[in-house]
């Protein structure tokens, strides 16, 4: 059983380009989070999906800013005309929903975005 | 607003002894809590976890104590081992059927062989 698996996991682009990272969850976990972390800071949460539809948005995700998972299974996370202040670790997770209650959230190794 | 709060940056421990590590919250709706632990370069894995209902968990060497009336957990680790220097974060879940996990800062624990 694999983890959950995001790529790439090192991107480097200038300012006010388009960038897209994937995110792979562990299988049959219905959940999928996205998460964003800069120096000395926890992960912030930016948007969750239950099955294909998302359910939460942060008021952290503008509007260049978009994120789908179209089958219910992997997630892309799209920002469109990058600032500097978008460099962070984008982190991706995923859990198993058992109906009422909280469950664990199993995090990917991040995509670490640097934008120039 | 830090919902979330890990007041201790580092800690430093001898291997073998206890590892203590503290998290306050504020926001009275969260009612479950999450220890990760990252590594650098890595994303955070999942330690431990309790919920308000209860006031420990076991795990091993790790146990998570919640005291709900001072809204404060903590993390013992024992014995400590040189494998456990990491970082550990504290999260809460809760409020309004939220799924989102609200993270504090983070504490930077070296275990010293």
């Known amino acids: 059983d694999t983890g959950v698996s995001q790529d790439p996991r090192h991107k480097i682009t200038k300012r006010g380009q388009n960038v897209t990272f994937r995110c792979d969850p562990i299988s049959e976990h219905n959940r999928l989070y996205w998460y964003r972390q800069t120096l000395g800071q926890g992960p912030e949460f930016l948007t969750y999906f239950q099955n294909e539809a998302q359910l939460e948005k942060s008021r952290l995700l503008s509007d260049r800013f978009s994120a789908e998972r179209p089958k219910g299974s992997f997630s892309t996370l799209e920002i469109q005309r990058t600032e500097q202040g978008d460099s962070a670790m984008y982190l991706c997770a995923s859990s198993l929903s058992r109906g009422q209650g909280y469950n664990e959230q199993f995090f990917g190794p991040g995509t670490r975005l640097t934008v120039l | 607003d830090q919902q979330v709060k890990q007041n201790s940056p580092s800690l430093s421990v001898q291997e073998g002894r206890i590892s203590i590590l503290n998290c306050d919250y504020t926001?009275?709706?969260?009612?479950?809590f999450l220890w990760y632990k990252k590594y650098p370069a890595e994303g955070p894995t999942f330690l431990i976890s309790?919920?308000?209902?209860?006031d420990k968990n076991e795990d091993g060497r790790f146990t998570v104590f919640l005291n709900k009336s001072a809204k404060h957990l903590s993390l013992h680790i024992v014995p400590s081992q040189p494998g456990d220097s990491a970082v550990y974060f504290c999260a809460a879940l809760g409020g309004a059927g939220s799924y989102q996990l609200t993270f504090g800062k983070g504490t930077k624990l070296s275990v010293i062989p």
């Open positions: 926001n009275s709706m969260f009612d479950y």
């Open positions: 309790i919920s308000s209902i209860k």
